[in-house]
């Protein structure tokens, strides 16, 4: 059977109800695409691609030295190395000088869309729409064009959250092992991870970066802290672990409360501006409950506000 029939047949299926088929089908059925056309998307021009690059130009400055190591790993077996934006246009690239042309032709290169609405099943477009780690393995493509590829992907979320590039390893040798893909995948995995952590601490300069996990592997899970030990910033790996906002800013709260850690402070912790700044932030603003909480009168604690510079919305 042809793959664009095998494509079909199965998208129809009542009874196929894996991650795949169920990209095939969102790929006919919600973007009207055919399995067996073989005329490629076309290529943004540099004047067309200049204002997406603006949009991500401060991801594209601090992945850009991720991108230089993973291709130093990936490139001598003649592997591609994409970032994208949310979208899943292609923004930056890491090739081989004697792999860029071929590449080039199969469209693995800047310019191109690689979202699911346009190229159907694929790896950088099935992990931005599914917001996890996937490989795409030749024909698992919805594309009959695009079935002598493997795509190995990771998504990389933003400091507010939100979902907002992809991180993209493309094959197209004959050869490649199910065994080589699960290696280049954990090494795009690492690498996207490195990146957002690199990028949440740029978007937080101000703040000390802590682990909100005990667990060293996963280098994305952090909170940014800032002088008064409140919480103000957190990952998506430490949003989700902590209960914290999904998506958007988070409302500061004392970073040892989050992290269940003994709040009994010393050295410049032990300042009477955090102590205070702590208790308003728990209460939620609520003055009265602040000064219930500290054990003093609510006019004393307006008093050492105004002393030390506190407003209500410090807390």
Known sequence: MRHADYVA??????????????????SIMKHGLDPANVRAPER?????LKMPREAMADLLRVAAPQLD???????????????TDARGLV?????????????SEWGLCTGMDWSEEVQGTNGIGTCLVEGRQVTIHRDEHFHTRNTGMSCMDAPIW???????AALDVSSARSDQTALFNRLISAQVAQTAKAIEAVFFRACFPNARIMPASDDPSDVAMLLAVDNNDLAVGATRAARRVLGLEREGDIRPRPAADLLGRDDEMSGFDLAERATMI??????????????????????????RMSRLGISEKDG
């Open 158 to 164: 933003g400091p507010d959250g939100r979902l907002l």
């Open 278 to 303: 702590r208790a308003l932030a728990r209460a939620e603003g609520n003055v009265s409950a602040a000064a219930r909480a500290l054990g003093i009168g609510r006019a004393t604690l307006y008093r």
């Open 44 to 48: 943004l021009t540099d004047a067309e």
């Open 9 to 26: 047949a199965q998208s129809q299926s009542n009874s196929a109800t894996s991650s795949l088929t169920a990209s095939w089908r969102r």
């Open 69 to 83: 190591q993973l291709i130093t790993l990936v490139g001598t077996s003649g592997c591609n190395v994409l970032l």
């Open 91 to 103: 923004l930056d690239q890491r090739v081989g000088d004697a792999d860029a042309a071929q590449f």
